[in-house]
């Protein structure tokens, strides 16, 4: 078994040159995965001068080890979000996947890019018949917004399944190769500096002031923060709205693909797709959905992983790799202003590749003053009543344990 991403095997990508000098501009990107890069490519003709920076190289990181699925079929997404909030939001939603599909694939045909870009019908199953319900008013909600959807008596690969629903429409992709090529396209139209890395951003009046490990200083108006995960707490104190969940996928090597992608409604959940990247066919397996925060050694995940893989496709898993994801409260992402001229980008619920890329055209479009449908759902500015029951609890807690120490004490 290699410790290694399949998206990477044979893709050749150069390093770009680390700042070493203090430097001012009109928009700062920090972060280079597919969040950072696609909001980038919305600048990419813009009036303003625009600097991105990653830490390591752009693209290797979470967008690297995910499972390069484009899909609106997340799960029963549709159903949570018309219970946490309406219908109308669960279709604006819905819409923001479909419009972020169609970005990405017109970029890909306009710039040719290589990407193994591939049409897929989509499957989520259940092999707990208590779901039924849920499946069936996911059903609906596709019905209504006109989704053609069918349910299944099986899915289409040989693994356990009571209840299948398939949609058509959905697509896979190699997403590093898919990120390298927007880099390319973009060293010659923006400022890219790599293995530069932010350590914090101050306000300096009506500018922001970057630092870097090396020492230098980034003047900037606008800050797009899209490290995955924002590298401060507060404003709008995201670590209280989100968990991170990690997820293990293992890939060994097929005889024939199909173009299907298929995804588990129940915990664990389960990912699967095929690939081809003209010279070899793999088979991916994801799963094991954990917080990040539990113990244990990942080569346990490993291990089970692999155990699972051979029992039902027969034999060993060739390569692994794990990522992680930011998980929200309501099942939205968070993108958008959280001060003046200050976003972040994150919270992308295992749905980065679509949700960066639709956030990336909310950012862009707000810094460029243009109207957005998506500014108000995806807004990182609600979820105050959970924060403040949160620190609620927090402190109740903390008098609980006080008394507790004092009664100890006065023993
Ligand atoms: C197992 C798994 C499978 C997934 N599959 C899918 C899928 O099929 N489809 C889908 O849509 N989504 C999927 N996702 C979600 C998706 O992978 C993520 O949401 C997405 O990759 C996040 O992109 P990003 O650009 O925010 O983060 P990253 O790709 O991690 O990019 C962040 C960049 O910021 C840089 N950086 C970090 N800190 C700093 C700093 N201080 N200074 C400078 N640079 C910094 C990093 O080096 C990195 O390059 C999956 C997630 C998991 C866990």
């Known amino acids: 078994m290699k410790n290694k991403s399949i998206w990477t095997i044979g893709v050749k990508d150069n390093s770009l040159a680390k700042l070493n000098k203090d430097i001012t501009t009109d928009v700062l990107i920090i972060g280079g995965g597919i969040a950072g890069l696609s909001l980038a490519y919305f600048f990419k003709d813009s009036k303003y001068n625009v600097l991105l920076i990653d830490k390591n190289k752009c693209g290797l990181g979470a967008t690297s080890k995910n499972t390069g699925k484009l899909t609106f079929m997340q799960d029963l997404v549709y159903n949570k979000l018309s219970s946490n909030y309406n219908e109308e939001i669960a279709s604006l939603y819905l819409k923001s996947q479909k419009e972020a599909i169609d970005i990405i694939c017109g970029i890909i045909r306009e710039n040719k890019i290589n990407c193994h870009l591939k049409k897929t019908k989509a499957y989520v199953f259940s092999n707990d018949e208590n779901s039924i319900i849920d499946f069936e008013k996911e059903i609906k909600f596709y019905q209504k917004n006109n989704i053609k959807c069918r349910t299944k008596e099986s899915l289409p690969i040989s693994y356990p399944s009571k209840i299948v629903l398939e949609t058509d429409d959905s697509y896979v992709f190699n997403p590093y190769e898919y990120l390298v090529s927007l ?229």
């Open 183 to 411: 880099k390319d396209i973009l060293k010659n139209k923006i400022t890219i500096y790599e293995n530069t890395c932010c350590t914090s951003v101050d306000k300096d009046n009506d500018y922001y002031l970057c630092h870097t490990k090396n020492g230098n200083t980034i003047k900037a108006k606008y800050v797009i923060m899209a490290t995955h995960y924002p590298i401060f707490i507060i404003p709008y104190f995201i670590p209280f709205k989100t968990i991170v969940e990690r997820f293990f996928i293992g890939a060994s090597s097929i005889d024939k693909i199909k173009d299907i992608q298929i995804l588990s409604h129940n915990d664990p959940s389960i990912s699967m797709r095929y690939y081809n990247n003209d010279m070899d066919n793999y088979f991916l397996y994801g799963r094991r959905n954990r917080k990040c925060t539990s113990s244990g050694d990942v080569r346990d995940d490993y291990n089970e992983l692999n155990m699972e893989y051979n029992k039902y496709f027969g034999k060993d898993i060739d390569y692994f790799f794990h990522t992680h994801d930011i998980m929200t409260y309501d099942n939205l992402p968070f993108i958008g202003e959280v001060d003046n001229n200050l976003y972040i980008m994150t919270g992308f619920n295992k749905w980065g590749n679509t949700n960066s890329t639709i956030g990336g055209k909310l950012i862009s479009d707000l810094i460029l003053e243009k109207k957005n449908i998506y500014q108000d759902i995806f807004s990182p500015r609600r979820g105050f009543r959970l924060i403040k029951l949160r620190i609620f609890l927090c402190l109740m807690l903390m008098f609980f344990i006080d008394i507790l120490l004092i009664k100890l004490i006065l023993k």
